[in-house]
């Protein structure tokens, strides 16, 4: 069955200093993989996907994840962290068989820390 | 603005009354989606519209009944809900190809007394 986890609640990171919010999926076929972000009293915002090629993908606002198929990860960075950064982070992983179907992890509270 | 739009924002309602929601999307997306988000709880897929066709509901409770008249508009209409529905209710769409991602509307919080 298709799944995403995102196994921390929440991430607590100092402005200025690097942040990781972590994801880990699991898919029958290859992987399409998104991060959204959701700030307060707003709906869902696409940051990046992964669909094929580099490992490596830069999106909206600085941030950038990484694909790891081994480690079946696909975990968001961003090298310097703002406190507007603050917000609700979503992975979540379409199926290929069926494209009607996002897979959303429980999401990531980012709280950065002047 | 991410072309999808949702009306009302907020929404009170009592157990008794009949509303709905409504969302616009003006990106030429053939598919949409309403879903449905608690608080400590993941996103909740609600139902699906591929080609204005019905395509999965999720065994959600028939005081929730989706509406989608043509490609562009998606209604849920709303009647005798219980305080435990109030959520934030997003809808989205997007481009029935795979590589393509979802496109959220702001969400309408509901709110049932």
């Known amino acids: 069955a298709q799944s995403v986890a995102q196994p921390e609640d929440q991430v607590n990171v100092a402005e200025g200093n690097p942040l990781t919010v972590k994801c880990t999926y699991s898919v029958s076929g290859n992987p399409y993989l998104f991060w959204y972000v959701q700030y307060p009293n707003r709906g869902l915002q696409f940051l990046l996907k992964y669909i094929t090629g580099d490992n490596l993908v830069k999106g909206s606002y600085g941030f950038e994840a990484e694909f790891n198929k081994s480690q079946t990860s696909f975990h968001l960075k961003k090298p310097s962290a703002l406190v507007s950064d603050s917000a609700l982070y979503f992975c979540a992983v379409r199926d290929e068989e069926n494209f009607n179907k996002f897979y959303f992890g429980s999401g990531t509270k980012l709280n950065v820390k002047p | 603005e991410t072309g999808v739009t949702q009306t009302p924002r907020h929404l009170v309602m009592g157990m008794t009354n009949k509303k709905s929601l409504k969302c616009e999307q003006h990106?030429?997306?053939?598919?949409m989606y309403w879903y449905k988000q608690s608080a400590k709880k993941p996103l909740e897929l609600m139902f699906v519209y591929s080609l204005e066709e019905r395509v999965e509901n999720n065994s959600v409770p028939s005081r929730f009944s989706p509406e989608c008249p043509n490609s562009s508009h998606l209604f849920l209409h709303l009647h005798t809900l219980q305080p435990e529905d109030s959520a934030l209710y997003l809808c989205a769409s997007s481009q029935d190809t795979g590589t393509g991602g979802f496109f959220f509307g702001q969400g309408t919080r509901l709110t049932v007394v």
């Open positions: 990106l030429g997306h053939n598919a």
